[in-house]
C-alpha cells in the first residue's frame, strides 16, 4: 500500500508547484494524487487532500507493485476519465466490463499524464458529480460526457503549458546561478570571460523574454543599453523578470502612439529593481544654457523633473497634485498645468532640442504628456 509522510522545505520543480494551485485552480476539489517514478526507478509522489476545510499536502513513498506493473505507467501523455474502482492504487480494482453500463456518471477521476524528465507524471484528479469545483452553483444534473471531454482537454493543456513555462524559469534560473557563481569565484585570470559570459546570457535571455512579451500585446517591445545594463547588474532572475514585466507593462499604457510599427523602448529608469528607485535626474548638458525666458522655462522643467525623481525613487505616482507638492514652493496642480499652457512654446522647442532631458516627465507626467499630444494633434490638423 501507498505510505505517506510529511512533505520537507525544498525548491519547488514542476510538479511541487502545479501542486500548491490545484486547490485555487478548483475550489473545493477533493483531492488531488501525483504518481511519477524517480530517476532510479523508485517510485514517488504527492497527496493533497481537503480534510476539516483545510489542504493537507504530504509525500508518497511507494514500493507497490500494483503501481509499476499497472497499464496506467505505460501510457503516453494525455489525459482520460477514470472510476475510483479503477485507480491503479488503494485495493482491489475492478476491471472495466465490471463496471456498471450507466457508471460513466460515476467516472469523475480525471487522470492526466504528462511528460517529465525520462518519464511520465500522473495526476489523479477527484472531482465531485456535481461540478461545484468549476465554481458552478445551483447546477442540476452529474458531468456528461461532453463536459467532461472539454474539461479534460483543457486541464491538459494548462498543465502541459505550465511544466513548460515552469521548465523554461528552472532552467535560466539555473543558468543565471550558474553564471553568477563563476563571476563571483572566478579567477583574476577569467573574470573578463565570466562577465562577458553573464552579460550574454542576460542579454540573450532578455531579448527572448522581449519576443514573448511583445506577442502576448501585439507591440514590439525594446530595451535600451541602459536599462540592459541595469538588468546585468542585478542578482536575482526573479527579480530581473518581475522588473522587466513591470517595465514593459508601463511602457505600453504609457505609449499613446497608434502606430503598431512603432518600437515600445524600456529605459532603465523603468526598471524597479528593489524596494527603493533611483533615478538621476538628467537636467545637465554640455553647452545647455539658455537665456532669458527659456532659462526659466528650463528651470520649470528641471524642478518638475526633480520632483518626479523624488516620488520615483518612493514608488508614488506622478501625478499633478503630488509634483506640485514635492517642489521647493509647493503648488496645485492646476497652477502647474496653467505654467505648462503659458510655456508651452518654450517648453516644446526644449524637448525638441534636447531629446535627452527630462525623461521621467516626459513619459509619466500627465500635464506635459498632454501639451506634446496636444501640439502633435494640432500639426496633424495643420
Known amino acids: 500500500m501507498i505510505q505517506f509522510t510529511s512533505i520537507p522545505e525544498r525548491p519547488l520543480n514542476c510538479r511541487e508547484a502545479l501542486m500548491q494551485v490545484w486547490a485555487d485552480i478548483f475550489p473545493g476539489i477533493d483531492r488531488v494524487v501525483l504518481l511519477y517514478n524517480?530517476?532510479?526507478?523508485?517510485?514517488?509522489?504527492?497527496?493533497?487532500?481537503?480534510?476539516?476545510?483545510q489542504y493537507r499536502r504530504r509525500n508518497v513513498i511507494g514500493s507497490d507493485r500494483l503501481l509499476r506493473k499497472d497499464a496506467f505507467f505505460d501510457a503516453q501523455p494525455g489525459y482520460n476519465w477514470i472510476h475510483k474502482d479503477q485507480l491503479p492504487?488503494?485495493?482491489?480494482?475492478?476491471?472495466p466490463g465490471q463496471l456498471k453500463i450507466f457508471s460513466e456518471f460515476q467516472h469523475v477521476v480525471l487522470h492526466i499524464k504528462m511528460r517529465f524528465e525520462d518519464g511520465i507524471d500522473h495526476y489523479f484528479l477527484f472531482f465531485r458529480e456535481d461540478q461545484s469545483n468549476f465554481g458552478i452553483h445551483r447546477i442540476q444534473g452529474a458531468l456528461d460526457t461532453g463536459r467532461k471531454a472539454l474539461i479534460g482537454s483543457i486541464v491538459y493543456r494548462f498543465v502541459r503549458t505550465f511544466y513548460q513555462t515552469k521548465s523554461r524559469d528552472i532552467q535560466y534560473i539555473k543558468q543565471f546561478t550558474d553564471v553568477v557563481k563563476s563571476v563571483l569565484n572566478g579567477k583574476d585570470d577569467c573574470n573578463v570571460s565570466n562577465e562577458d559570459e553573464k552579460r550574454l546570457w542576460v542579454s540573450q535571455w532578455a531579448e527572448d523574454f522581449l519576443v514573448s512579451l511583445s506577442d502576448k500585446h501585439s507591440v514590439n517591445l525594446q530595451i535600451s543599453k541602459s536599462a540592459l545594463e541595469k538588468l546585468i547588474s542585478c542578482g536575482s532572475f526573479k527579480k530581473a523578470k518581475e522588473a522587466l514585466i513591470k517595465a514593459a507593462g508601463l511602457v505600453i499604457m504609457l505609449n499613446t502612439s497608434a502606430n503598431d510599427d512603432k518600437d515600445y523602448i524600456i529605459h532603465s529608469q523603468y526598471l524597479n529593481l528593489g524596494e527603493h528607485r533611483e533615478h538621476t535626474p538628467n537636467t545637465s548638458s554640455e553647452n545647455f544654457k539658455p537665456k532669458g525666458r527659456l532659462a526659466r522655462t528650463k528651470s520649470l522643467l528641471d524642478n518638475l523633473e526633480q520632483a518626479a525623481a523624488e516620488l520615483y525613487s518612493r514608488g508614488d505616482d506622478i501625478t499633478g497634485a503630488s509634483v506640485g507638492q514635492m517642489l521647493k514652493r509647493p503648488v496645485s496642480a492646476p497652477a502647474i498645468t496653467d505654467a505648462l499652457r503659458k510655456n508651452s512654446e518654450r517648453i516644446l522647442r526644449l524637448l525638441n532640442k534636447y531629446p535627452d532631458q527630462w525623461p521621467l516627465i516626459r513619459e509619466?507626467?500627465?500635464?506635459?504628456?498632454?501639451?506634446?499630444?496636444?501640439?502633435?494633434?494640432?500639426r496633424g490638423v495643420g
Not at 532510479?40 to 481537503?50: K, M, P, Q, S, T
Not at 492504487?89 to 476491471?95: A, D, L, N, V
Not at 498632454?370 to 494640432?378: F, P, T
Request: glycine share 10%; no cysteine.
Open 38 to 53: 524517480h530517476l532510479n526507478g523508485d517510485l514517488g509522489g504527492e497527496e493533497l487532500i481537503l480534510v476539516d476545510k
Open 89 to 95: 492504487f488503494e485495493g482491489e480494482q475492478q476491471m
Open 364 to 378: 509619466q507626467f500627465r500635464p506635459l504628456v498632454n501639451l506634446v499630444e496636444k501640439s502633435v494633434n494640432m
